[in-house]
């Protein structure tokens, strides 16, 4: 058959997913000069395919602007043709970075961090994800079978993410039904939330070819676990040295790293709207499913909002290049891009603010009151969408954070995806974002 290569020119929209068009490979010396029409209102289609309350209706005109170093290609040698796409910004016709663009979001955060600090900051999104079939295997959890029955599923995504220059860690058979986790190697902050995009992507691209379908989904039974994406940190400073580490720090922080992440806990609330930002995102967000239900730091403990992560052998330099601190409370449908952006901006604002460093909790916070919990300063996370929505919405500092009108975008959207879930069964909401994600 013949066949003229198209590349897709996507962004990393609010969904969380990506959108966006295609155009011959032929044409893409032009296409990074000139872009590709988009417009304003494609930023209010929620994942249901709806379209929010638009403030900008038909009006308007935007670019889809590739990035010539976010281009990947995959060829899976099945027949089918190789997978072309090239990550994008979104720019107005004058030419300046458009403000619902998630890229450029996240690199403002990216400045503020490195303005302040002098700071770089390396990240690695490790995701959750299950097989939706019908009749889930039980008794799988971690084992050799459950892995050995996914085998050439795993192989060919580790192969698919070597193609596209992804730093693939691990694969493994997680604990759920039919549940999977895959693994990268930290990445500069920008790269690393366009790898998260990438490899969503690459496991449905994989598990198609497998007659199978993924699911990212937060939770897609409440009787079982969750599935989350767990954000990994550090910090190098300029001469590429780690930064993130102090031996005589509180849990081993630095004293910025105790700053950003007591930035990130005041702040969780709100910026919980961007990283569980879906209707079902909260029923994961519950205490004793080892995702995180308070404001609390973990040392070594996976049920925390942040946790400090395990180091391995006593030699000084290796534990500082090894130490890092993780996000827990994210989902995949939050935009990577976006959740990034509200975390370093949160960070930053502890930095600013010089909060105090955090105490990592190291019991059960769903066995205390209240007031035992505000004594510490710690408090629950906001019990669904529409209430964290209403914490971002309040708070001008948030605001502030972003380029000026992209939270307002976002209320916008959110508000209109949560009506149209809601106008859902409990049962079909659930299929619905499972089949979605
Ligand atoms: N499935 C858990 C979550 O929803 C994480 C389990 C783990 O890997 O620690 O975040
Ligand atoms: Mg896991």
């Known amino acids: 058959m013949i066949r003229d290569p198209l590349i897709f020119a996507a962004i990393s929209e609010l969904t969380g997913k990506m959108r966006g068009k295609a155009f011959p490979a032929s044409q893409l010396d032009k296409r990074t000069e000139s872009g590709i029409g988009w417009v304003p209102t494609n930023a209010l289609i929620t994942c249901f395919d709806t379209i929010a309350d638009t403030p900008f209706g038909s009006l308007g005109d935007l670019s889809i602007m590739p990035d010539r170093d976010a281009a990947y290609t995959v060829d899976f040698e099945d027949g089918t043709p190789p997978e072309r796409f090239i990550l994008s910004d979104i720019a107005t016709p004058e030419g300046t970075p458009w403000q619902g663009c998630t890229r450029g979001a996240l690199r403002g955060a990216l400045d503020r961090l490195h303005g302040l ?21 039980i008794g799988e959890a971690f084992s050799l079978q459950g892995f050995s029955r996914r085998r050439a599923l795993g192989e060919a995504l580790v192969a698919a993410m070597a193609q596209a220059g992804l730093r693939e860690d691990t694969f493994l058979k997680e604990y759920g039904a039919e549940q999977f986790e895959v693994t990268v190697k930290p990445a500069p902050g920008l790269a690393s939330a366009d790898i998260a995009s990438v490899l969503r992507e690459l496991v449905h691209m994989t598990a198609r070819r497998h007659d199978e379908t993924a699911t990212f989904s937060p939770i897609i039974d409440p009787a079982g676990v ?92 290796s534990i500082a290049r090894q130490y890092n601190f993780e996000f827990r409370a994210a989902d995949a449908t939050a935009s990577p891009h976006l959740l990034l952006a509200a975390i370093v901006h949160a960070g930053c604002q502890g930095i600013e603010d010089g909060l105090p460093a955090p105490t990592a909790t190291e019991e059960d916070l769903s066995l205390l009151s209240d007031k035992d919990l505000g004594a510490r300063g710690l408090k629950p996370l906001p019990g669904d969408l529409s209430t964290a929505l209403d914490r971002l919405d309040a708070s001008d500092v948030l605001r502030g954070w972003f380029p000026e009108g992209l939270v307002d975008i976002y209320l916008a959207h959110k508000r209109g995806e949560l009506d149209h879930a809601m106008s859902l069964s409990d049962e079909a909401r659930l299929a619905a974002y499972a089949t979605i994600y």
């Open 117 to 137: 600090t002098g700071l770089t900051l390396n990240a690695a999104f490790e995701h959750e994800f299950q097989l939706l079939t019908n009749a889930p295997a």
């Open 226 to 317: 969750g599935n989350g994406v767990h954000v990994h940190m550090s910090f190098l400073d300029n001469a590429g040295a780690p930064a993130t580490h102090d031996p005589d720090g509180p849990s081993g922080m630095a004293a910025v790293t105790a700053q950003f992440i007591a930035g990130i806990l005041a702040h969780l609330d709100a910026i919980i709207a961007f990283a569980a930002p879906s209707a079902i995102s909260y029923t994961r967000l519950t205490p004793h499913r080892w995702s995180a239900a308070f404001n609390n730091l973990g040392f070594r403990d996976r049920e925390a909002a942040v946790r400090i992560c395990p180091v391995t052998g006593s030699d000084p330099q």
